[in-house]
């Protein structure tokens, strides 16, 4: 079947402008992952969703990000305000669960934000 | 928290040879994942090989093996008969086995380079 799929894949946007990230997982996941990757570093965790709740995002660095899951299948990442800072790849991930498991995660292409 | 350290930025290696990526990793806990990842210019994370921190056999898929030094908390990557193909940035992570979340924890990536 698909693989995860994020749209759009690269998005240029003004400093002060909002955003949004979609994230389409693997059909049957219910665990959804968001990890932000700064040029030159490795992925960092955001927030990670079981179904429709966010189960942890302790990794969102301020409130300016916040990411929904309502129906429990694709995700949007929102960033308000955006900043020059926030520029980095957005990788999403999905696997069939969370929990004490050892579930393979299967990472989408992710979507380039640049702020200028 | 638990972190991961990859120390080599960059590696280079001639096709037909064999390369050792290193990888460190700093935890309290005794049950976990570790895993190596290789992600393409395209930007989508491809899991190269896992191993659990319970097993003391090293995994190995096809040309890739690792050194689990669990004592020592090393992790190195071994791929062998390297490939134009190989070239790309590697990152080492870290899962625990009880975190409900399964989150990753990712190093800072070594390019590879694969000379013809």
């Known amino acids: 079947g698909a693989g995860v799929s994020q749209t759009p894949s690269n998005k240029v946007t003004e400093k002060g402008k909002y955003v949004e990230l979609r994230c389409d997982p693997i059909s049957g996941h219910t665990a959804l992952y968001w990890y932000r990757q700064s040029l030159g570093q490795g992925p960092e965790f955001l927030i990670y969703f079981q179904g429709t709740g966010a189960a942890d995002d302790s990794g969102l660095p301020n409130d300016r990000f916040f990411a929904v899951r309502p129906e429990g299948s694709v995700s949007t990442l929102k960033i308000q305000r955006t900043e020059r800072g926030d520029s980095a790849v957005y990788l999403c991930?999905?696997?069939?669960?969370?929990?004490?498991?050892?579930?393979?995660?299967?990472f989408g292409p992710g979507t380039r934000l640049t702020v200028t | 928290a638990q972190t991961v350290t990859q120390s080599q930025p960059e590696m280079s290696v001639q096709e037909a040879e064999t390369v050792t990526l290193s990888c460190t990793y700093d935890t309290s806990e005794s049950d976990y994942y570790l895993f190596w990842y290789k992600q393409p210019p395209s930007r989508q994370m491809i899991l190269v090989i896992r191993?659990?921190?319970?097993?003391?056999q090293n995994a190995t898929e096809n040309r890739f093996s690792v050194n689990f030094q669990k004592a020592a908390k090393s992790f190195s990557l071994k791929i062998s008969d390297s490939q134009l193909g190989d070239a790309a940035m590697y990152f080492c992570?870290?899962?625990?086995?009880?975190?409900?979340?399964?989150?990753?924890?990712f190093g800072g990536g070594t390019r590879l380079m694969v000379k013809p």
């Open positions: 991930a999905s696997s069939l669960r969370a929990g004490f498991s050892s579930y393979e995660q299967y």
């Open positions: 191993q659990e921190a319970y097993k003391q």
């Open positions: 992570a870290y899962r625990s086995a009880r975190n409900a979340g399964n989150m990753l924890t």
